[in-house]
């Protein structure tokens, strides 16, 4: 006959005399097994068609309470983020001739197509290529920045940003300190680059390098989780006197379609977005795990009759605690989510900024569900970074 550990653990207990376990509290059972049936499916995958998360409708776009009064009575297009990226480069651009556009084949439209007849519209002196040097290429940026220029360098994948570090960590982000009262900096500086897994990228095009960034006094880190989102925050972003690390979800590209606004307009950097309220536990997340958080939200809300709050980070340094911690502070309970390795990562920030900030109202320890702390194997990619079931 076989024991489970549990099981012989528990008559050694009764060997050595030791009293038995107390029993479930009530109302809550002990289970070793699944309660699922073999057939259920919690990884189902995203329907971005149905999601919560994206404007469907051009109402509910323009509902939005954070647009610009202009752009709430301004048409909308269906566009996918790359588009919404693409919308918001050439909106740029033309707004400001200080605006410039280069990276490694932007010129004739990127690898995901952000820059696509950009060149063409706006000429080679502002839309250009740059040599496979991505040193070079941030390091030109800055430069241009501190002349009083507004560029906008792209990584072609964030895996390869780098060789860049050392310029922004040492250059970038030091500028202003180091000028003094002169007042050079190289504010109006944004990196752009796609990040995170898309199924099939392997140990070279599937990091999310983001968490490296946020210990970095001087930047802003974005990441945006939709196209309107996208659009707002990179104009917000250009417009920003802070250099910023721009990194969008290259999963998202083609996968989020929404309606957004054909005018300009910004959207706060720096500030949280409350998606859906709740009282019973907080979720944290940003980017594209905010899909999959919907996804979870929605199963635990079925199978446990639970009320989720869900919150969009948006800029992920320097980021908006205020909003984090009012919300624990209500629920009593906080699971933050990434992509990225759990080690060091955002996730462990915000979980010790909700413990110094709410520990005397926190009901369960604070839970971080994130991507192992491992290189992306190509077969295992998607074991590796979080599905519903992890939730």
Known sequence: MRFQASSLSFLRGLAAGKPPPPPPRKGRLRRNYSTHPPNARLNAPIDFSKTPLLHHTSQSCLANPELDPSARTSRTRQMNLFQAV??????ALAADERVLLFGE????????????????QFGSERVFN???????IVGFAIGAAAEGMRPIAEIQFADYVFPAFDQLVNEAAKYRYRAGATGINCGGLVVRMPTGAVGHGALYHSQSPEALFTHIPGLRVVIPRSPVQAKGLLLAAV?????VVFMEPKI??????????????????SKAEILRPGTDVTLISYGHPLYTCSAALAAAERDFSISVELIDLR????????TVIESVRKTGRAVIVHESMLNAGVGAEVAASIQEGAFERLEAPVRRVAGWATHMGLVYERFIIPDVAKY
């Open 86 to 91: 693409n919308d918001a480069l050439s909106t």
């Open 105 to 120: 084949d932007v010129a004739f439209g990127g690898v995901f197509r952000c820059s696509m007849n950009l060149a063409v």
């Open 130 to 136: 740059t040599p496979l040097s991505e040193q070079g």
């Open 239 to 243: 417009a920003c006197n802070d250099p």
């Open 252 to 269: 998202l590209y083609r996968s989020a379609v929404e309606q957004v606004p054909t005018t300009a307009y910004t959207l706060p950097l």
């Open 315 to 322: 800029t992920i340094y320097p980021w908006d605690r205020e």
